[in-house]
């Protein structure tokens, strides 16, 4: 079965800090990735995904990701963080073989970024 | 307008009841999910399901069953609540080849 592990729980930083949050996944065969974002009281919103080609992907907001495919990582990043970027962030794959599309999550990390 | 209602956003009821959240997608899109989010953010897959197939985590109760009355619904219903099932529950859907998913804004249940 596939898992995905976000390593960073909570992290807290000040605005215009740059942001890293790791994502690995353990599945051998081909993936999409996505990140989604939880702002507090509001529905997940599809950040950036990854199917194919380019392994680096550039989301909304200013938001990127690469694709590592041996290391199994898809890490988000983000130059230069803002106060509304406050959030929950979530890593989820899909494998190709997986019977209806449905997506493996990970933990969750919780984004601080103070004023 | 919205892609992807729930509806109740908050559910408030007694251990033992028997309850429904109901989902509705205008996306046309095939394939609709449910998701738990525990207290902890976790979020986990319920179901799969589109006009071909179910397709239940093995993890979840049979007290959990979803009913979808046409394409654009998929309700869950939830029988004999039990404490544990607090939690908040996300309705989703996506075109199968895509594979992104379009997520509700959440139903809040709270078994007292």
């Known amino acids: 079965a596939q898992s995905v592990s976000q390593h960073n729980h909570h992290v807290i930083l000040s605005e215009a800090a740059s942001l890293e949050l790791g994502c690995n996944y353990s599945?051998?065969?081909?993936?999409?990735l996505f990140w989604y974002v939880q702002y507090p009281g509001q529905h997940l919103q599809l950040l950036l995904k990854?199917?194919?080609?380019?392994?680096l992907v550039k989301g909304i907001k200013g938001f990127e990701a690469e694709f590592i495919k041996s290391k199994f990582s898809f890490n988000l990043r983000k130059p230069s963080v803002q106060w509304s970027d406050t959030a929950e962030y979530f890593c989820?794959?899909?494998?190709?073989?997986?019977?209806?599309?449905?997506?493996?999550f990970g933990g969750g990390t919780r984004l601080m970024v103070k004023p | 307008d919205t892609a992807v209602s729930q509806t109740p956003k908050y559910l408030v009821t007694q251990m033992g009841n028997d309850k429904s959240i109901k989902c509705e997608q205008n996306?046309?899109?095939?394939?609709m999910y449910w998701y738990k989010q525990d207290s902890k953010k976790f979020l986990k897959i319920m179901f799969s399901?589109?006009?071909?197939?179910?397709?239940i985590n093995e993890t979840v109760p049979n007290r959990f069953s979803p009913k979808s009355p046409d394409k654009a619904h998929l309700n869950l219903h939830i029988n004999s609540l039990e404490l544990g099932d607090s939690a908040v529950y996300f309705c989703?859907?996506?075109?199968?080849?895509?594979?992104?998913?379009?997520f509700g804004a959440g139903t809040r249940l709270s078994v007292l």
């Open positions: 989820a794959v899909n494998s190709h073989n997986n019977a209806g599309n449905m997506l493996t």
């Open positions: 989703a859907s996506s075109q199968e080849v895509s594979g992104i998913q379009y």
């Open positions: 996306l046309g899109h095939d394939t």
């Open positions: 399901y589109n006009n071909k197939e179910l397709i």
């Open positions: 599945y051998g065969g081909t993936v999409n």
């Open positions: 990854y199917f194919s080609g380019d392994p």
